[in-house]
């Protein structure tokens, strides 16, 4: 798209969302046009605590399916709309409502808790809902000892090595785009830039996150960097990131970790569908009743712990 024909569609979406009441979404791994646009550009917890309070009457979500998702359950008198509708998540199609429910059987004391990052049938069999900002909190703060933790393996087991006194069965999911790290990605990182600061998100391997200087959600890498004097990172989750750590730090340096981390779901949303979702109210994303009120309860405790 051409300059001023760019220009002009970002006008047209400013009048829209100003007609319509919109409030416009985007995750931190959005492309950097999306979240230059957008109101507001967060971590999925953020997302979901905005969605919930808001007083727009329209969400446009630039994200993936389950976040919008989330946005509907958490929100059902407003109308959510995810410019792309096949923007999925495939960590969250790694669990399926009917194998919680055979793992309950197979665990009848567990709690089951629920990464965001899966479906409202899953999340509607969970007890707990959580994302990488408030995994470890909310599981040390439930009354239950026992706990069944999906879909993220990776997720899971930093929970489980920060909480030794919980017993914590871990489901076997993964993030295609996390997962490719390898700590020889950070053994050559580190050779090339011996000052920088590790900084990876826990849906990295075990071996990788062991080798970082800090673990944290998207968001709380961005607060990271913000705070810290260092001047070098390398940064091991999504691309999209960087465009906030560069815009927001400009005199500091940004090294990615391994150039596939790039999730093509996140990528999918451009400005041309954010015009579209505003001139025809769609691709709306809306939770059957039964679901989306068992999900809500999961979701409800999500957003208290922060
Ligand atoms: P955050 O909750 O850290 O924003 O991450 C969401 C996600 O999908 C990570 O891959
Ligand atoms: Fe899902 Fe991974 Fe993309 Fe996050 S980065 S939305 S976990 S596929």
Redesign the pocket.
């Known amino acids: 798209m051409s300059q001023s024909s760019q220009a002009g569609t970002i006008a047209e979406i400013n009048r829209l969302r100003a007609d319509n009441q919109a409030i416009i979404l985007a ?1 931190n ?1 959005q492309n950097d046009e999306i979240q230059d646009l957008a109101d507001f550009v967060g971590d999925s917890l953020a997302l979901s605590q905005i969605a919930a309070t808001t007083e727009a009457k329209l969400i446009i979500f630039c ?2 399916h ?2 919008a998702e989330s946005a509907a359950i958490l929100a059902p008198e407003k109308k959510v709309i995810l410019p792309d509708e096949t923007a ?5 199609e790694m669990a399926s409502a009917e194998e919680v429910l055979k793992w309950r059987d197979l665990y009848p004391h567990a709690a089951v808790v629920s990464y965001v ?1 899966s479906t409202a049938a899953v999340k509607a069999v969970s007890d707990y809902c959580c994302t990488s900002a408030n995994a470890v909190k909310l599981v040390q703060n439930i009354p239950e000892q026992e706990i069944i933790f999906l879909p ?1 393996q990776n997720l899971g087991r930093y929970v489980a090595l920060q909480l030794p006194d919980k017993l914590v069965h871990i489901w076997p999911g993964y ?4 997962h490719r790290v390898t700590p020889e990605n950070v053994r050559q990182a580190k050779q090339y830039q011996p000052d920088a600061l590790v900084l990876v998100h826990p ?1 990295c391997r075990q071996e990788v996150a062991e080798m970082a200087d800090f673990i944290g959600s998207t968001s709380q890498i961005i607060n990271y960097v913000k705070k810290s004097l260092v001047q070098k990172f390398i940064i091991g ?2 691309m999209g990131i960087l465009h906030s750590l560069q815009k927001e730090n400009p005199q500091k340096f940004f090294y990615l970790l391994n150039p596939g981390l790039v ?4 990528k999918l949303t451009t400005i041309p569908k954010v015009l579209a979702a505003l001139q025809n109210l769609k691709p709306e994303i809306s939770v059957a009743p039964e679901i989306r009120l068992k999900a809500k309860t999961a979701l409800d405790r999500m957003i208290k712990f922060v």
């Open positions: 995750h791994y994200g993936v389950f976040m999925g998540c495939p960590m969250a990052n993220d993030c295609i785009t996390h849906e989750t999504e999730c093509p779901n996140m």
